[in-house]
């Protein structure tokens, strides 16, 4: 027979296999075991009530804080009435030996829709040579992280009616052991890639590649971007091309193409697509990088105007 705090425990520290837990994703798992009134086909004894609410959630959370099973990712300090308003990890805990877990992982196990991306995509995959001071985290649109929520919890809980009180929180800008985490939500939510030794989870190579191109001052600056496409972009050219036909916008192939084209020599039929695709967008609006003003060099097969300094060399001046 268990007591509720020895299940917990026991769930944790064997079954459990993320390096932090939200108050909501354990919350469940209490709201679980009160349902049940057992764990692994023994039974829990002392539980009186047929549903766990807030102040059991509370209570067993408390427990397992004084014997050192849970500790919080930020301390009382950071203490907030209202959490869910500001983001932070204030309800967030470390499962015990897991307090020197890698702020990427704590992000990643936090919030579950959603990954690394730009500059921390970047030194993920190995392409940049800066070391990011600020952790770049994409989600879906708020809308669409509830419906996926309520999507998977039908799956995994059927029997449960009770989802909207487990929901994990949105992300938020906020901080974690001060680095700064700064949110981008995407429209168009495109799937991550998982690391197979970790939680966490990133944009693929790929889309790392065309989001470089999208949102240059998020990795490094516009030349930056240009070196690490000089660089690395040859290698890794048949997934990028894959990834940016497959979810790019006319500005994202006719920018990737031309670099491929013009800058790093690269020949290939869907590049030729794109390009005789980008002839029929003329106009001011396409630009190298969308962070600059336009600029009166171009390239007139692309029709893209260079608004970049170090590869002006590659189009003419109108």
Same mark, same amino acid.
């Given at each position: 027979?268990?007591?509720?705090?020895?299940?917990?425990?026991?769930?944790?520290?064997?079954?459990?296999?993320?390096?932090?837990?939200?108050?909501?994703?354990?919350?469940?798992?209490?709201?679980?075991l009160y349902l049940k009134k057992e764990y692994n086909g023994e039974k829990i004894y002392q539980i009186r009530k047929s549903k766990a609410g807030a102040n059991e959630?509370?209570?067993?959370?408390?427990?397992?804080?004084?014997?050192?099973?849970?500790?919080?990712?930020?301390?009382?300090?950071?203490?907030?009435?209202?959490?869910?308003?500001i983001g932070g990890f204030y309800e967030v805990f470390f499962v015990k030996g897991n307090d020197g877990a890698p702020e990427n992982d704590i992000v990643c196990s936090t919030y579950p829709y959603g990954y690394l991306s730009y500059l921390s995509a970047m030194d993920w995959?190995?392409?940049?040579?800066?070391?990011?001071?600020? +952790?770049? $985290?994409?989600?879906?649109?708020?809308?669409?992280?509830? #419906? *996926?929520?309520?999507?998977?919890? %039908?799956k995994e809980h059927p029997d449960i009616d009770e989802a909207k009180q487990f929901m994990p929180r949105f992300p938020r800008n906020t901080e974690i052991n001060g680095v700064k985490i700064v949110v981008t939500q995407e429209t168009n939510y495109v799937e991550p890639m998982k690391s197979r030794n970790s939680q966490v989870r990133v944009s693929s190579i790929g889309k790392t590649f065309m989001d470089m191109t999208r949102r240059p001052?998020?990795?490094?600056?516009?030349?930056?971007?240009?070196?690490?496409?000089?660089?690395?972009?040859?290698?890794?050219?048949?997934?990028?091309?894959?990834?940016?036909?497959?979810?790019?916008?006319?500005?994202?192939?006719?920018? +990737?193409? $031309?670099?491929?084209?013009k800058i790093i020599g690269i020949? #290939? *039929?869907?590049?030729?697509?794109? %390009?005789?695709?980008?002839?029929?967008?003329r106009g001011s609006s396409k630009v190298l990088s969308p962070k600059s003003p336009f600029s009166p060099f171009y390239d007139d097969e692309w029709f893209i105007s260079i608004n970049v300094d170090m590869v002006k060399s590659y189009g003419k001046r109108n």
């Open positions: 027979m268990y007591l509720i705090e020895e299940a917990l425990t026991s769930w944790l520290l064997n079954e459990y296999k993320k390096p932090v837990i939200t108050k909501e994703d354990i919350s469940l798992q209490i709201y679980i959630f509370e209570n067993n959370i408390s427990k397992l804080l004084r014997s050192g099973v849970l500790s919080r990712v930020e301390d009382n300090e950071n203490y907030h009435a209202y959490p869910h308003l995959h190995n392409i940049t040579d800066k070391i990011p001071k600020i +952790i770049h $985290f994409t989600t879906c649109r708020s809308e669409q992280w509830k #419906n *996926k929520y309520y999507l998977d919890f %039908k001052d998020y990795c490094g600056g516009e030349e930056h971007v240009l070196e690490s496409f000089i660089e690395h972009g040859k290698k890794y050219a048949p997934l990028i091309i894959k990834e940016v036909d497959r979810f790019g916008r006319h500005i994202d192939k006719a920018r +990737i193409g $031309f670099i491929f084209d020949d #290939n *039929k869907k590049i030729d697509e794109w %390009k005789q695709d980008s002839s029929k967008y």
